[in-house]
């Protein structure tokens, strides 16, 4: 299980920091994701962190202004916003992901509303 938290409405520039919390299943094994999706579009990812050394990667629109980290001993994974814009709007979804033992999670997602 995956649960979002963090989520709100903030005015262009402004910051959120997203969480996600797991359970049920060994947390620190599972490359972490970031999506999102806004309405009528396709779901995007946004960031991913390895489950092992941590590198990660971005969606080249956030690049410099999102940043993924996780806390094994919490098992958790952040997502820290920063200077936000309208088209950052959607829906968020965390998503836990292994490929061998095949392991795909996905929380219920946190809303994101940016005004200019």
């Known amino acids: 299980q995956l649960v979002e938290s963090g989520g709100g409405s903030v005015q262009a520039g402004g910051s959120l920091r997203l969480s996600c919390v797991g359970s049920?299943?060994?947390?620190?094994?599972?490359?972490m994701r970031w999506y999102r999706q806004a309405p009528g579009k396709e779901r995007d990812m946004v960031a991913h962190?390895?489950?092992?050394?941590?590198?990660?990667r971005y969606l080249d629109s956030v690049k410099g202004r999102f940043t993924i980290s996780r806390d094994n001993a919490k098992n958790t994974v952040y997502l820290q916003m920063n200077s936000l814009i309208p088209d950052d709007t959607a829906v968020y979804y965390c998503?836990?992901?292994?490929?061998?033992?095949?392991?795909?999670?996905w929380g219920q997602g946190t809303q994101v509303t940016v005004s200019s």
């Open positions: 998503n836990a992901w292994r490929a061998w033992p095949n392991g795909d999670y």
């Open positions: 049920g299943f060994t947390f620190s094994d599972f490359n």
């Open positions: 962190i390895s489950s092992a050394d941590y590198p990660t």
